[in-house]
């Protein structure tokens, strides 16, 4: 399959294209020039966008401001238009599927503190996919527009989506980096390990739904978010916990 990454040159790009690549032709799209071999696009650029996805069997949409403390103009160009720019290219080029880096952020207003990475230990909750949005920051709010905008293409549009509320990755492979901090008890409940980062995405490129939404996070003991739907419509199965880091 021919596969597109926006935003290659991150954290989950460069897991994406190592993982993704023995398995798929990746084509790599970035916002600057880099050490690799890539198409450099403004995605919030409609213009420079046209053309770009031809020849492709399906997108990967990672490109956007990641930060929860994001401003309103950055979280508009970056992650609204361009999002709605990325499906609109995808329409036009014919690409049959595009796989969304959404956000846990969609839902932290249940269960987070002030903070946006300080899970709140009073609230005992297990969240579902069904449950409505409540985000807790402008970044938030905008990979939830996102993913309305992705019902809208895959319903009127045909084409095929898939949303997926990333849980917590980092450079390193391991949920200690958080061990003593503020943010520990969000760590241990959203870690995503790199090996079912990948094969989350592996199997949403395979998925012949016509729009999805899944939790990507480990197995871990503390999760807040009820994987079942996940497990039964992506057959995504994590295997790492991140509770086995803790008691190693």
């Known amino acids: 399959m021919k596969v597109g990454i926006t935003g290659a040159e991150g954290r989950i790009g460069g897991f994406l294209r190592a993982g993704l690549g023995d398995r798929h032709e990746i084509h790599s799209f970035t916002l600057t020039e880099q050490e690799f071999e890539s ?13 770009v996805f ?10 956007g401001d990641p930060s929860p403390s994001g401003s309103w103009e950055s979280m508009l160009n970056n992650n ?6 990325v499906l609109e290219e995808a329409r036009r080029a014919g690409v049959g599927k595009v796989v969304f ?18 899970l709140d230990m009073s609230k005992h909750v297990m969240l579902r996919l069904g449950d409505y949005f409540n985000p807790s920051s402008i ?3 905008s990979k939830a527009t996102g993913e309305i905008y992705g019902r809208l293409f895959a319903r009127h549009h045909g084409v095929k989506f898939v949303a997926m509320r990333i849980g917590a990755i980092g450079d390193e492979d391991t949920p200690l980096t958080a061990a003593g901090t503020p943010s520990e008890d969000y760590v241990r409940a959203m870690f995503l390990s790199r090996r079912d980062l990948v094969e989350a995405f592996s199997l949403a490129l395979e998925t ?17 978010f009820d994987m ?3 497990n039964e419509t992506l057959g995504f199965y994590p295997v790492d916990d991140a509770e086995r880091f803790f008691s190693s």
């Open 54 to 63: 031809t020849g492709l069997d399906a997108v990967i949409h990672l490109a």
């Open 39 to 51: 198409t450099v696009v403004d995605i919030s650029d409609a213009d420079a966008m046209s053309g």
């Open 80 to 85: 609204i238009i361009g999002t709605f720019n």
């Open 208 to 224: 012949e739904r016509e729009f999805t939404v899944a939790y990507i996070i480990s197995n871990n003991g503390r999760r807040i």
């Open 139 to 141: 970044y938030g709010a």
């Open 101 to 118: 880096a959404s956000t846990n952020h969609t839902q932290h207003g249940e269960t987070m503190t002030d903070s946006p990475d300080e």
């Open 228 to 230: 079942r739907e996940t």
